[in-house]
């Protein structure tokens, strides 16, 4: 019984420590291809999140500015991104959804990197 518990507890430890992938049938193919490019470089500070909204009618995926002077990304459902909300130089992103944190609406948090920084 020992063997067990500890075999059951290192699993657990060690499912628990690498990021969270989704499964490729929820999420579309681009999405699931940048989150295993984000669980491949090293965590950023803050780790990592990917997070969806409604934002003028449509689905939008944002990814927050990762540190320092490096933008957001706010991505459509095809993959494209429309605007860079907030960070950067200024910390104003690019200018391009100046309304993006006033209008976006439903915050479903897609992934976010469990490795700690």
């Given at each position: ?34 989150i ?26 944002y ?8 933008p ?42 469990p490795?700690?920084?």
């Open positions: 019984m020992r063997a067990y518990t500890a075999v059951l507890f290192l699993s657990m430890a060690l499912s628990s420590s690498r990021p969270t992938a989704p499964s490729s049938g929820d999420n579309p193919k681009w999405l699931t291809a940048l295993e490019r984000l669980q491949r470089e090293p965590v950023a500070n803050p780790p990592a999140s990917i997070v969806r909204y409604d934002y003028r009618g449509q689905d939008v995926y990814l927050p500015p990762r540190c320092c002077d490096i957001s990304n706010v991505y459509d459902a095809a993959g494209s991104i429309i605007c860079h909300a907030d960070g950067g130089f200024s910390g104003d992103g690019d200018g391009r959804c100046p309304d993006f944190y006033s209008a976006r609406k439903n915050p479903k948090v897609i992934w976010r990197d490795r700690a920084a």
